[in-house]
């Protein structure tokens, strides 16, 4: 018979007592782990729906400039924190003759804009990608290799421009604010010549209480070509991304590579969020502290149990030549595996639960929300092991040091 | 030869409020093959010598010697090894591991040693053959009687073939005619060369010792050197 033998038989014999001492760790686990895991998904769920509101910086030429060049974007992506940037959407921004008066015009990267403005809504279809052959974000991760690949693509083929010569499949894409669309009586589907060029309006904005009402969006290369601003931007509207992103840092690293433009975080709702998101983060941690030490009591009183109840077989083995260590390692092993199991466990209950509960929590919150985090998974399982066997191992250690012969006679 | 010699043993319990002095200056010693009962009134130190004879206590002060060696000042590992080489317990309460068979209760001694499974089980049961036990070697203590539990804790005893066997009242929770299968069994294994100390109440199994040490308040008051003859069981 092995030590290990011996052990498998301690643990399988008294099978419904160790099924309790897993159960009382396992709750305790499910019961930290599961409001932590609620509070962390709300504070990502909480940065995405700030995410959600749009632009956290923008950039705009210095003070008494009207355009800055396009290289702008290129110095943006050098910044050490550009991976944290999501999406980068610049503007050119003019006035046009259009046969019913002016028009204002807004060029924008159509798959930048709509990724930067998520709750937008449209009726027709939103214009798809850049002429048709260009991947989407084609802003991000922008390298100076690739540079002149984009400044190409801002060369407009005259064919295409001449008023006289488009054909359906030629016809550019416009997007209409909605009281423009009214003003105008212009509709989805229509055609719509613009200093000299034909459009189609292919979709309309609902109503947004913005001056977007009364702007008529068009591509941005297009537009810098009919405003006689090649490869020029009116201004830049960046996001952020995750909900660690540090918007103050970026901020500055852009000021850095671009001394004397207006570079401005969107100060209160970055501060809101931030805020927020930090209550949050105190708030998960706080509850993750006070049941974390409930569940180390909770397994520290079992373990006490546990010696109580088995203090004679401490003795026993003692007195038939087990060393006091090995003795109290043993005991402790089996808390010790008794914690690793009841990690597993109480890591896929708390798993459960928070699925269970957070339509409840948080109802309404659309975006993904991932409760598994493979890293924490781990180390719950060896901290429930190593609690398990700290709290136990002092316990067994302070039996095995009474004398054997009276807790044998004591029976 | 001597195979136990204890010199000015005292042992005092002190539970912090109160100190108890279970044995005063005790000196003895025992002949290797020797069977002694230990015999006394509750309280008179006797299971408390056992225990520090079974290097399973330290005496407060004085000094043992087991087969030439002086026991009082090893490590607590170095306790545990001699216990393991040189010892083998008996207790009233039988004390046997609920989870584990008879046989597997008799190989738990042999656990910590370097010997093979097979062996072990060889030794096993070899050990409840001795004690008439073969045949129920996969039961579990459950399923046992009181004196078929307290014949496999003395196999548990004697696996290892320690020197000396300690026996603490074997047949203190045992009827009257168990309790004669037990002791005509520890008979048979004194005379199979295993030095034996026994704690009892019973005046009936004091003639098969060889020698009977009556203790009152923590002292030798008869029998520290006189050798009686073992009787037969009736």
Redesign the interface.
């Known amino acids: ?3 290990f033998y ?1 052990f498998r ?2 643990i ?3 099978w419904g007592r160790f099924l309790l001492f897993l159960i009382g760790i396992t709750i305790a686990v499910a019961g930290t782990l599961s409001p932590w895991m609620i509070s962390r998904s709300m504070e990502t769920a909480l940065a995405d729906a700030f995410d959600l509101v749009g632009a956290n910086m923008i950039i705009a030429p210095p003070p008494g400039q009207y355009d800055m060049p396009l290289d702008v974007v290129e110095s943006i992506f050098s910044i050490h924190e550009s991976k944290n940037i999501a999406v980068v959407s610049p503007k050119v921004l003019g006035i046009l003759d259009a046969p019913e008066g002016h028009l204002t015009i807004m060029g924008i990267a159509f798959d930048e804009e709509i990724r930067l403005k998520r709750w937008w809504s449209v009726e027709g279809e939103w214009p798809s990608s850049f002429r048709g052959d260009v991947p989407p974000h084609r802003y991000n991760h922008m390298s100076a290799k690739n540079l002149e690949e984009e400044r190409a693509k801002w060369q407009v083929p005259e064919e295409q421009v001449l008023g006289e010569q488009v054909t359906g499949q030629q016809l550019q894409s416009l997007v209409l604010g909605r009281s423009l669309a009214e003003d105008r009586g212009w509709a989805i589907g229509e055609q719509v010549e613009i200093a000299g060029y034909h459009f189609r309006v292919q979709a309309i904005l609902d109503p947004l209480g913005t001056e977007e009402d009364n702007m008529a969006l068009i591509d941005i290369a297009l537009a810098a070509h009919l405003l006689e601003r090649p490869e020029q931007l009116s201004m830049i509207e960046i996001a952020a991304l995750c909900a660690t992103c540090p918007i103050e840092v970026i901020v500055s690293q852009i000021e850095e590579v671009l001394p004397g433009y207006q570079v401005e975080a969107v100060r209160e709702a970055a501060e809101m969020r931030q805020m927020i998101i930090g209550r949050f983060t105190v708030f998960s941690a706080l509850t993750g502290f006070v049941v974390a030490m409930a569940g180390i009591m909770l397994v520290g009183l079992t373990a006490a149990a546990q010696a109580r109840e088995r203090q ?2 401490i003795a ?11 003795v109290t390692l043993l005991l402790s092993a089996q808390i010790g595996l008794a914690g690793l199991l009841a990690g597993l466990l109480g890591y896929s209950t708390a798993l459960g639960l928070s699925l269970v509960l957070w339509p409840y929590l948080a109802p309404g919150v659309m975006s993904p929300v991932t409760f598994f985090y493979p890293l924490e998974g781990l180390l719950t399982v060896l901290a429930a092991s190593l609690v398990g066997m700290a709290a136990g191992y002092p316990i067994f250690s302070q039996t095995a040091k009474k ?3 009276r807790l ?2 004591s ?1 | 030869m001597s195979l136990i010699i204890a010199k000015d043993i005292c042992h005092v319990y002190d539970s912090g409020e109160r100190a108890y002095e279970a044995l005063k200056k005790v000196n003895m010693s025992i002949s290797e093959g020797e069977f002694v009962a230990l015999v006394g009134p509750s309280g008179s130190g006797k ?2 010598l ?2 520090i004879l ?1 290097v ?2 330290k005496a407060s002060s004085g000094i043992v010697q087991i087969d030439g060696i002086d026991v009082t000042n090893l490590g ?2 170095e306790r ?2 001699f ?3 040189y010892v083998g ?1 008996v ?1 009233q ?1 039988f ?1 046997l ?4 068979t008879a046989l ?1 209760n008799v ?6 040693t370097s010997i093979s ?1 097979k062996e ?2 060889e030794k096993a049961r070899l050990a409840l053959a001795k004690v008439g036990l073969e045949e129920k070697g996969h039961r579990l203590p459950a399923q046992l009687s009181g004196g078929e539990q307290e014949r496999v804790a003395i196999a ?1 005893a004697i696996v ?1 073939e320690p020197p000396l066997l300690l026996a ?1 009242e074997p047949t203190g929770a045992l009827d009257v005619a168990n309790g004669n299968r037990v002791m005509a069994l520890l008979t048979d294994l004194n005379k199979q060369g295993h030095t034996i100390v026994m704690v009892t109440h019973n005046p009936a199994y004091e003639p098969l010792a060889h020698r009977v040490i009556r203790l009152q308040d923590g002292a030798i008051v008869e029998g520290s050197g006189s050798l009686t003859r073992p009787g037969e069981v009736s």
């Open positions: 018979m092995s030590l011996f038989k301690s399988e014999r008294q004679w077989e026993l083995l003692q007195a038939i030549g087990f060393g006091r260590k090995t004398d054997p012969a044998l006679g029976q | 299971s408390t056992l225990s079974g399973l206590t607590e590992e545990a090894r216990r393991r080489e317990f207790f309460q004390h591991m609920p989870y584990l597997e190989m738990l001694p042999l656990v910590m499974k072990q089980k548990r290892n603490d």
